[in-house]
C-alpha cells in the first residue's frame, strides 16, 4: 500500500465537505480488534501513528505503520491487531453513504458481464 508520510490535514485534521465522512480508531499496545471488509467499504485509512497487522481470514497477515494508507475495503479481513508499544492511531475517510465492498463487487460483475 501506499506510504503517505505528509498526509493531507484535510484527511486527518481539516474541515471535510458534508459528503464525506471520518472516523479515528485507537488500539491500545497487545490490543485486537474484530473486522470485516464491508465495514471499510469505501475508505481510505492511514495509519497516523503506530503499527497495525492485518489479519486475513486465510490466515496472513501484513503489517502497516504511521504513514501508510490503506484501502482495507477490499480485503478479506478478520482483525486488526496492535503488534507495537506505543497506541495505534487510524483515521479513515470516505464518501458517505458509500455501498459496501460485496454488493458494489457484485454490480461491477454484472456490469462487465463476468458473473
Known amino acids: ?13 481539516g474541515h471535510l465537505p458534508p ?6 480508531l485507537a488500539l491500545a499496545p497487545g490490543a485486537a480488534r474484530a ?3 464491508a465495514e471499510w467499504a469505501g475508505a481510505l ?7 497495525i497487522d492485518v489479519d486475513c481470514q486465510g490466515g496472513g497477515f501484513r503489517r ?18 496492535n503488534s507495537g508499544t506505543q497506541v495505534a492511531r487510524l483515521v479513515a475517510v470516505r464518501r458517505r ?8 463487487f457484485a454490480r461491477v460483475r454484472r456490469v462487465s458481464g463476468l458473473g
Open 1 to 13: 500500500m501506499a506510504r503517505a508520510r505528509e498526509a493531507s490535514p484535510a484527511l486527518l485534521r
Open 19 to 24: 459528503c464525506f465522512e471520518r472516523w479515528r
Open 35 to 37: 473486522t470485516e471488509a
Open 45 to 51: 485509512v492511514l495509519i497516523e501513528h503506530g503499527t
Open 64 to 81: 502497516f505503520v504511521a504513514g501508510d494508507l490503506l484501502a482495507l475495503g477490499w480485503l478479506p479481513l478478520k482483525t486488526i491487531r
Open 97 to 104: 453513504g458509500e455501498l459496501s465492498t460485496r454488493r458494489r
